[in-house]
Every structure is written in C-alpha cells, then in structure tokens.
C-alpha cells in the first residue's frame, strides 16, 4: 500500500510541510508505504488545455516533457495521495493548482480507454494559512479530486486559519495524522478489512513521543540549510 | 443496505427530482433499499445555533421539536444518503441548506460520545440549475459532509447547467445512475466486497427500458397534481 | 443615503449582531440613516423557484404573501445593504441564504421591466464563526449579490474564524467599522463625491469612546431577555 | 482613463481571449484606453510566501525578479483591470493563479505605506469552459480581488459553461461587452460622472458591425501561426 504526500508550500519547514509530515507518519504506522514531492524542486510547465480543441488529445504522459511526468509515475503508483498546500488567497498555491492542472491527462484517460486513472485513489488534504480561506482552498481540491474519481474517506482534511505553529496546535496535529490514518483505512476498507473506526483520537500521545521530536529535527535542518532569498533585499 | 434521498426543490416532477429517482433506483438495482423524503413538505425550522454558546446544547435530538426528528431517525437508519437540490445562486436551496444546519446535532454528537453520528454514512449528490454553479453547489454540500464524517465515494456527483429535460440529457442520466451505484459500491465495499468498477457506462439501455417509462408516468401525474401558485397571479 | 442591515442570526448578542452594529454606527457616522431587520423573528417561507417553469411569473412582490414583502421595501428603499451572518458550515445560514433566495424577486425585474432592481445597491458583508469557513461563506453572497446586480466596494467584509467575543477583536472591529464606511463611501462616490481613502484605520478611538459602550449595554440588555431553549433540555 | 486585461489562456484565439477582447473593445467604446497581457507568454516565478516569515518582506517591486515587475507597473498604471481566464477544474488556470499570488506584493503595502496599492482598482471577469465551474472560478477571483480593495461594479462577470463559440453566444457577447462598459462606468462614477444605467442591452448591433467582423479577423490570424504541440504527439 503506498501513499505520496505533494507539497504545495515553498518551505520544507513550514505548518504545510508539517502538517503533510505527520499525515505520512501517521499513514505507516498505519501499513503503508510513504513518499513525498515538494513541488516547488520540479519544474512543472502550465497546462496547455489540448483537450479544449482535440479531446484526445490529452492523455498521459501528456505532450508537454517536463518532471510532471515523475509526478504522474509516483501518482499511478499510489493508492493514496495527500495534497498538502499553503493557502494562498482562499486556494491552493499556484504551484499545486498547475499540478492539479497537470493532472487532467490522467482523469482524460477516460475519453482514450475508458476509465479515468485517478479512478479510486483515496486523496486527503492539508491546508494552512494564517487567515481565512482554508476550507474555501479544500472544497476547491476536494470536489475537483473527487471529479477525477478519487474517493475522499472521512476526516480526510487539517487545517489552519491562523497563527501558530502547527507542531503545537493539538487539534490540527490530531487532524492532520488522521488524514494520514483515514487514508489508509479506506484503502484497506477497499481492499475488504473491516474498519472499526474513522477518526482515533488517541494518537497524540505517539506523537508527541515519536513524530514530533523527529519532526523537530528535521524542521530545523530544513530551516537551516534554506536560501531566504527576501534577506538580503528587505529589512 | 439503506440508501435514502433527500429532496430539497420545491417540485415532485423537475430536473432535481427526476436525477434523485434515477439514483436511487440505480441504488435499487444494485442491492440497496431506498426511501426518500421531500424536505419542502416537512415542517423544519432554523437552527438556533446553540453550540456557539455550549458546546454540549447541540445533540440529537436537537432542541426543536419539529419534524427534523423524522430526518434524524432516517438519517440514522441509512447507509447512505443522496442529496438532490435545485441550484438556487450557485448554492443549495435554502430548504436543503436549512436540514443540513440541523444535521450538525448528529455531528456534534463528537463532543457527547466521542464520534460523529455521520460518520463512515456515504453520500452523493444531484444539483439541477439552468443556469451556472452547479458545481458551486456541490462543492459546499462535499466538504460540509466530509467534515461531518461521510465519506465521498468516486462519481458522487451529477449536475446540469443549463435548460433542458432531465430526461433527455444523457450525460446526466448516466451520471445520476452512477451516483446511486457509486454509494451502494461503497457502502459494499466498506464491508468487504470487491469492487471492480466505480462508473459503469452500460446503464442507458436499463434506464431507458425499465426506468425512464416509469419515471415519465411518476413526473406526469406529479405534475397534474402539482398546485402552482404563480399560475392564478401572474400571466 | 439609507443603509440597510439584514441579520441571519438568531441571537441579538452574538458576534453577528455585534459585527452589524459596528457597521451600522459607522454608517451613521458617514452620513447614513440606518434600519436593520432581524431575519430569524420575520416569517420568510421558501422560495418556489417559479421561474423555472415562467421565467416571467417571478416577480415583484412574490406569489408567497409573507414578511418577505417587509423585507422587499426596505431594500428597495436602501442605497446600501449590509448582510451579516453566521458561518453555518462555511455558508450564510439558511435563514440568510433564504432570503437571499428570495430576492430573486427582485432581480428577476430584468425580465419584466429590463432592469434587476438590485441594480447598483451597494452591498457589505459581516460573516462570523468560530471555525473555518468565513470566506467561502463571503465569497457566496458576494458572487451572488454582484449577480443581481450590487456593487461591491472595496473592503466589503468583516470576520471572524475562531474564538472570541466581537468587541474585542481589533482587526474584525476595524473591519467591522470599515464595512459600514465603505458602503456609504461608495454611495457618495456614486452621486459625485471624491474620496479620499476606502478604509480608515483611525476609527477605534471613536469605536472604544462611543460604539463599544453602548454596545455593551445593548448586547447586555438583549442577552438577558433572551429565550435559551437549550437551557431547560440540557445540561 | 486605462483599462488592463490579463489573459491566462495559453491561447490567443480561444473564449477566453475572445470575452476579453469583447470587453476591452466595451470599454475603449466607452472612453478608456487599452491594453492586454498574454500572461503565458511572460515569465512569472511562483510566490514564495515571503509574508508568512516577514510581513514587510512582502512588497512592490518582490525579490523575484521575472516578468511580474512588467505586470506590476501595467496594474499599477490602470484604473481597471480585467481578468479573463479558462475555467481549469472550477477554478482560474493556474497561471492566472500564480499572477493573482504575486500580486500579493501590492496589496501587502499596505503594511509597508498603510494602503493597498490595489484599493479602488476596478475589477471584471471573464471566465470559459465547457463545463461546470465557471461560477465557482469568478467567486473565488471576486472574493480575491476585493480582498486586496478592488471594487467589483455592477455585472462584473461573463461566463461560459459548455460548448459554443463565444463569438456566437449571444448572452455572453452582451455579459462581455458590459463587463468592460461597466468597469468604464464604475471609474466614471468615482471620478464624479453621473452613471444611468450599469447594463447595456443595447451593444450587439454594435458588436456585430464593428467587432464581430475585427475579432474573426484577429482569431483566425492567431490561430494560424499558433503551435499546436499536441498535432504531431497524438492523433
């Protein structure tokens, strides 16, 4: 079972990558394998909308040859995928929308062979951003993955619409781990495990004692070793 | 398996009932009993809102003695629920609007027992407009759901944007049928059955022969009996 | 200049009513005469949708004889409309969202005299709970009313997305304040006035001398009359 | 008086570029000069959300240096702007997305100088697809643009949701036309001019004898020299 987290934030130390950090945790403590792309390394063109003109024209791997191609690999690959974005202007961040985008080759697979091949993947979301705005940004991902044909299993978004670290704010960690963990639990129910429960709300103690502290870590290496390029021209 | 409809136009023979009959009896022919109330003819007043000021006030089986206690008890009873709206500016009618407020005493059952009373229900939707925000629509009632513990299965939704007879529209018809299949292959799926398709193509001929005849009949004498108030004022 | 508040809350002392009032005063202040209706204490049944079958049978005053026609006048009278509500589920609550569908009424006009009798009403929104939502709950009224018509002038909405009392947010307070000063701004802009600026954010000394006080003692006075019903069926 | 239009189609001969130049041909009618960017055809870098780590690092002219600075001093010049933009997934393209982020560094001035550099732009849209989604896409664009103090006059807005050539859809050429007569008008009135009607029903003479003919002109120039990359990758 593999799931692969996208990151939508420019940042490897910010409350979006935090918040897709615990959501994968969560999902392999829950048996599946994780994986994770920070969108903002892959050079991604914009969506050249063929379909408009020649439906069939669109399709994997798409006429445009750039990394979306490592994207649709790892997303054909994947029965779970957490979109994990900062929410810029009550939406997803440019950079996640032209991967959504992007993304159409794959849903327009349905018009070449019948069958859409986002069809059935489980999807959960992380939104953050420090005003309002975020589950504007999820009913927009949401209602778009599920038109592909992903299935959004319960408890499938965390968010924040505020200040704060997200290592500290205890009800989005809850919420961002079971994304992680309801992913996981649809997969399986799909597969015919029974699932006793949706939501665990007991998942804050292994945080704080394994997900956490190893999080730290990495939050700080990441700050560390990144360019802030706005430095050296604003004061 | 239990699947039922809500209604929220005010008509028994327009495009939102007509998409709601075709899923469930799509839900039907896929092994699910279905039932389905007509919300304009319930008696439902507005939420007061009560959890705003103690969190614990908000339960079923709420406050308000109305007829949102039959909702309730279907609600409760159904393994699935399909939800089928007029577009009214872009958004559901507020009738639909109005059940879905009151629903949060099921949802906020969370802080009295420890789980959402929707959660793990799974849900579809058919939202008819002649004009644009079909999609609108359906996005709020996606995530409001969602965040109340249903899951979205894949193809959950059929919409028209436009003029034109439910009917007729074969785009729709199909899509309608597949939103009452897509709820009834979740719900068999989140108990261990294998399902091999999520969108099945093949269903117009079915439709045309067994449900269509039936469904013109029903939306005549619907229509027949219908009173329509605007007939004795305007001209 | 006569601006008009529509209040989709129940209470009389929630953050809604405080967002309206702070609007209301700082319409004044610019030169309004101000009147405010409260939507839960009117009897407003739904809409019909009669323009689905004749477009032309939707009009001016309604089929439906109800409060709705107080309503109606009041907003005809206006220059500016000041809608203020709280985030149901990330909408307008259904007793706002029914009015609003209501409306139609008056929009529909264009059908039969040429014109929407929306048609350049200055509109402001004030959108307040204590989760996420406010947004995409501003976003729908604010598509909408531009549909029928309104104008939307720059700094159009106050609110709120967590926890707190009203008077003492500062930042929704400002914005609160704004909403009402825009709204007249731009109906003067409308008749040929300069201005200067679209949001003034020296108005909180004149706020805490004169609004806040007295708002306290109304929001004091309304929330002892106040019915709780909840109160007596739970505890 | 100057009216600006973005384009974020990758197209110069599509609905989108179409209801553009619709607009913009409206609006020099009425008394503004125009002028257009081809946003594809320009270099704009994605945001990196310097405010959320500095809130001053975030302003005019951004520490990335692209294409955005030409697109900076043209909004900056104008006293309207239109956006005009495909419908990808219920949403702007993500390329009018990425514009929309980075325009972030003008309204965030106003923690550097106290006032939005956009406050009291006038703002319209077009939006086109061949589905659903093109309501939910000018929401989420209005709900943006007054967020950053954009005013969005009477009838800001036209749409198309399914197929049809915009030359020829006779309630869109009328939408289009009056979205750059109304964002003429808007600045009119706040220049002091007396404004009788927000919409014209009157233009399409005008459209077909003097801009049908120019723009068929113009599309099909466009789309002779334009590169098709998906003609010689699939058939």
Known sequence: MKVLGLLGSPRR????????????KAAERFGAETEWLHLYELDVKPCLG?????????RYPCVIKDDMKIIYDKVLEADGIIFATPVY?????????NVIDRLTALENMIHIDGKS??????????ATGNDSGAMFAVAQMMSIL??????????????INGPGDALELKNFVLDALNVGRSVVMMIKAMRGEKVE????????????????????????????KAEKPWKSSTS
Do not use: H, Q, T
């Open 146 to 159: 599920n038109s592909m044909g992903a299935v959004i299993p319960p408890w499938s978004m965390a968010y």
């Open 89 to 97: 202007w009550y939406s997803p961040s440019a950079v996640m929308k």
């Open 117 to 126: 091949w986002m069809d059935g993947k489980v999807v959960g979301f992380v």
């Open 50 to 58: 063929c379909a408009s003109e020649d439906v069939k024209a669109c």
């Open 13 to 24: 130390y910010g409350n979006s990558f935090k918040g897709l950090m615990m959501a994968l």
């Open 197 to 224: 429960k949706w939501y665990d709300p007991d998942l804050l103690e292994w945080y704080e004692r394994e997900v956490k502290p190893w999080l730290i870590r990495v939050v700080k290496e990441e700050e560390e």
